[in-house]
């Protein structure tokens, strides 16, 4: 147990030496608050462990993570079992997140791909249709970032070939943007409230 650790310490120190890393997750926070403050949605998706990871996110997003503000749009394509097993069934669960992308996207949307692998097949089509639609795709990897590492936008690749650390970091990722996403956005708010307070003080 104390191995794994010390393999979990030595992760996260060669992430916070990665400088071109931190810029990377900086500009997915910058794109995430960007969306939202357009009127934009957020877009979740990935398998496995993934798949709860797209959902804690989304969650992050819809409820709150430490601020009291106002709700964001974030969807996990994960959780509908209906969409998810009639679309599998009767076409390919290759195109079981481009699908969705089709029917809930739009241009200036942000997509999020989860994989620690970077070679879902279901995520390069959804990464393909997301572009096609003129939305932002983000991928959160690992294992040397495979084949969505050069497919997406913005490539988030942790530097190691082992699942479970991977799925620590992305996790730590969410976390981090989710802060700063929510700092921007109750911010936001405040500015708005302002404004609207001076427009209804007597001339």
């Given at each position: 147990m104390?191995?794994y650790?010390?393999?979990?310490m030595?992760?996260?120190?060669?992430v916070?030496?990665?400088r071109?890393?931190?810029?990377?997750l900086?500009?997915?926070?910058a794109?995430i608050?960007?969306?939202?403050?357009?009127?934009?949605?957020?877009?979740?998706a990935?398998?496995?462990?993934?798949?709860?990871?797209?959902?804690h996110?989304?969650?992050?997003m819809?409820?709150m993570?430490?601020?009291?503000?106002?709700?964001?749009?974030?969807?996990?394509?994960?959780?509908?079992?209906?969409?998810?097993?009639?679309?599998?069934n009767?076409?390919?669960?290759?195109?079981?997140?481009a699908?969705q992308?089709?029917a809930?996207g739009?241009?200036?949307?942000v997509?999020?791909g989860?994989?620690?692998?970077?070679?879902?097949?279901?995520l390069v089509e959804?990464?393909?249709?997301?572009?096609?639609m003129?939305?932002?795709t983000?991928?959160?990897l690992?294992?040397g970032?495979?084949v969505?590492?050069d497919?997406?936008?913005?490539?988030?690749?942790?530097p190691?070939?082992?699942?479970?650390?991977?799925?620590?970091?992305?996790?730590?990722?969410?976390?981090?943007?989710c802060?700063?996403?929510?700092?921007?956005?109750?911010?936001s708010e405040?500015?708005?409230a302002?404004?609207?307070?001076?427009?209804?003080?007597?001339?």
């Open positions: 104390e191995r650790f010390k393999e979990s030595g992760l996260l120190q060669a916070l030496d990665d071109n890393l931190l810029a990377a900086e500009r997915c926070a794109d608050a960007d969306c939202f403050a357009r009127g934009n949605k957020l877009l979740i990935g398998n496995g462990g993934s798949a709860a990871d797209a959902q996110f989304a969650a992050e819809v409820g993570y430490k601020l009291d503000r106002k709700a964001l749009p974030a969807l996990a394509l994960t959780v509908d079992s209906s969409v998810l097993t009639a679309w599998s009767d076409k390919s669960f290759d195109t079981v997140f699908r992308l089709e809930h739009k241009a200036g949307d997509f999020v989860i994989s620690t692998s970077g070679n879902s097949r279901n959804a990464v393909a249709q997301a572009r096609a003129g939305i932002t983000i991928c959160f690992g294992k970032g495979g969505l590492k497919a997406c936008d913005v490539a988030l690749v942790v190691s070939g082992d699942t479970p650390h991977i799925q620590e970091v992305h996790e730590m990722f969410f976390h981090s943007i802060e700063e996403v929510e700092r921007k956005s109750a911010a405040t500015a708005q302002a404004v609207g307070a001076a427009e209804r003080q007597p001339a």
